[in-house]
């Protein structure tokens, strides 16, 4: 029985993201063990018949002498644990969870890069800096894997442009996937006027051009309604409250299950600056909704223009809420672009598919 270590960065992800993988590879034969950042959800992977193996740190810090630390707990729990394939998801687990990985002289090493976030976006002076240090520990650490996976071709080009990564072991696949039979196909209710945003609260996420389009609607057609989801990040409930207190905004918060809020609306909006693949476009494509998402990395690969929604260019909440308007007014284009997101996700993002993929290059 083959022995594969899954490294993440938080016990969220592993349930919220990987649970449908670490089953099938059970499924598959493998002897499965993972390691977190944290341990938040450990009840609840518990239930699942999942042991985290918690190997603390505080995921926003760059501190070089704490990352040293990190490398080190980390190698200890791999020598301890003596896996065949080590399989890494995001930046601290690709980089130092790979090098601990390789002075354990693991055989096998994959990593899946699932976005390139904050530092790819913002052209500080302070994100040039940490963008440039994480580009050469990914160039060490990706110099000792077997094969890296992408979600998007923009981010496999930036890697293989930077010369972070060798091409030949370089792999798209198309998200982690939907379980489309969970997220499985609701008819677009012709009562609804309502749109959703499911996102944290993040500036990247496009969360004041979501408000600003839902006040430019709301002012328009009064009886629409706009739902956000999604916990406090860097963006607080207060810097929103003025949307809110005026009813442009819903605010539902956090929940664990969105299917309900997605299925009452007329469509999604991601307004986001740079994705790897969103689970949340992707789920809303399942349910057959149409997406108004940005012309910008990841969302871009999830939209056909006009077909299953519309893209927009970034910071333009008018057009956004051109477009929301021109939905609510014609229900009948709603439900085509509905029904043409379900195929969508069908052809494109089914997750037995891409997990099978998966697996068949971690058993080449």
């Known amino acids: 029985m083959k022995k594969i270590l899954l490294i993440c960065n938080s016990s969220q992800s592993v349930y919220t993201f990987r649970l449908p993988l670490i089953k099938k ?45 990190l490398k080190k707990r980390l190698y200890k729990e791999i020598k301890n644990i003596n896996p065949d394939i080590v399989f890494t ?29 904050d530092p790819f976006i913002y052209q500080s002076f302070k994100w040039k800096l940490i963008r440039f240090s994480l580009c050469r520990l990914y160039k060490k650490a990706f110099k000792r894997v077997n094969g890296v996976f992408f979600l998007n071709e923009d981010d496999m080009n930036k890697f293989i442009d930077l010369k972070l990564i060798n091409k030949d072991i370089a792999h798209i696949i198309n998200g982690i996937g939907v379980d489309l039979n969970k997220f499985n196909f609701r008819p677009v209710d012709k009562e609804s006027n309502t ?57 539902i918060g956090s929940v664990n299950d969105v299917r309900p809020y997605v299925e009452k609306s007329l469509g999604l909006i991601l307004p986001s600056y740079r994705e790897g693949m969103p689970m949340a476009i992707m789920e809303a494509e399942g349910i057959g909704r149409a997406i108004i998402a940005n012309n910008t990395t990841g969302c871009k690969h999830t939209v056909v223009h006009n077909y299953n929604g519309y893209l927009v260019d970034n910071n333009d909440p008018v057009k956004m809420a051109e477009y ?36 068949k290059y971690l058993n080449d």
């Open 195 to 251: 749109f959703v945003m499911i996102a944290r609260m993040l500036k990247t996420k496009g969360i004041y051009e979501y408000c600003e389009c839902a006040k430019i609607v709301k002012e328009k057609r009064p009886n629409s309604e706009f739902l956000y989801i999604g916990g406090e990040g860097t963006v607080k409930l207060d810097d929103i409250k003025e949307y809110i207190d005026s009813g442009y905004i819903n605010y």
């Open 25 to 69: 590879l059970k499924n598959d034969g493998f002897d499965v063990n993972v390691i977190s950042f944290d341990n938040d959800y450990k009840e609840l992977l518990n239930e699942q018949g999942i042991e985290i193996i918690l190997v603390e740190d505080n995921r926003r810090s760059v501190n070089p002498f704490s990352q040293m630390e």
């Open 89 to 117: 998801f995001m930046a601290k687990p690709n980089t130092f969870g790979v090098l601990a990985a390789n002075k354990a002289k693991v055989k096998k090493i994959y990593s899946m890069v699932e976005g390139l976030g």
């Open 324 to 359: 929301c308007i021109e939905l609510l007014d014609n229900k009948d284009k709603a439900i085509e672009f509905g029904n043409n997101s379900r195929k969508h996700a069908e052809e494109l993002f089914d997750q037995n598919i891409i997990n099978e993929k998966i697996i």
